[in-house]
């Protein structure tokens, strides 16, 4: 089932429905989402129509939730041009050397402008450049950027003023959620994590496509940033099992 389907089927599991009928799955998740409900409150839900982080709406009383859908592997959690990457992180004060390291590892063409002719692999950039990049990435991975990072690239994007308040994961009948606090800790604990890849912490930075076959249909999205949050099932996995391991041992 792709994306739109299980917004969809979520939408229509809980639209119009009271929390007493809500199963189990689905009553925990509300019961954490929301403060100063009872079983009779009856719940309102519907998919955001605009491109943004949040994906579908729940609504019980005069409460509204914002809520990001994620399934599959590999997920892409954010794209922007990057021109607006750059602004992003000249805002943020990072240094025009970190800058150009990125430029030249994005398009990997011996410019920082890609308008070189001879285009390498990801890897084949990495045999000769892992110093610079390894750089980079301690230049990326502090927790104040890596905030800014959050909001941008999961809680907010940069076309609207609201941050989600959880991310489901999974199908509409099988899933697991996290919060936007439980977001924040699980990137925030991984600053230290190493790739190889530019990254920052559980997010790794990369272009859309470096489309080294030269096929004029993705040579535009040569010029975009994309995000992705590779890992995503196991970090909320880990951090969970973590939560449960504390609370048994006091």
């Not at 990495?126 to 230049?139: A, T, V």
């Not at 994007?157 to 697991?176: C, E, K, R, V």
């Not at 996290?178 to 990369?206: A, D, M, P, W």
């Amino acid at each position: 089932m792709n994306g739109y389907l299980t917004e969809q089927c979520i939408v229509n599991y809980l639209n119009g429905k009271k929390v007493k009928n809500l199963n189990i799955m689905y009553l925990e998740m509300i019961e954490n989402l929301f403060e100063n409900i009872n079983q009779e409150d009856r719940i309102i839900s519907w998919k955001n129509p605009f491109l943004q982080k949040t994906d579908l709406f729940i609504k019980i009383n005069n409460e509204i939730k914002r809520i990001s859908v994620k399934s599959g592997i590999k997920n892409s959690v954010h794209v922007e041009p990057i021109s607006e990457f750059i602004h992003f992180l000249i805002k943020n004060n990072v240094e025009r050397k970190y800058i150009i390291y990125y430029l030249k590892y994005h398009y990997a063409d011996g410019t920082t402008n890609g308008s070189g002719l001879k285009r390498i692999s990801a890897e084949e950039y990495k045999k000769e450049n892992q110093k610079e990049i390894d750089l980079l990435n301690k230049r990326l991975n502090n927790k104040e950027l890596i905030g800014k990072a959050i909001d941008r690239f999961i809680l907010k994007g940069n076309n609207d003023i609201h941050s989600i308040d959880a991310i489901i994961y999974g199908s509409y009948d099988d899933f697991i959620y996290i919060t936007r606090k439980e977001i924040i800790n699980i990137i925030l604990n991984k600053t230290n994590i190493y790739s190889t890849g530019v990254h920052f912490s559980s997010l790794s930075c990369q272009p859309m496509n470096r489309c080294l076959n030269y096929n004029s249909k993705y040579e535009k999205n040569r010029f975009c940033v994309q995000i992705k949050w590779y890992n995503l099932f196991d970090d909320i996995i880990e951090y969970k099992n973590n939560v449960l391991m504390k609370s048994l041992c006091k």
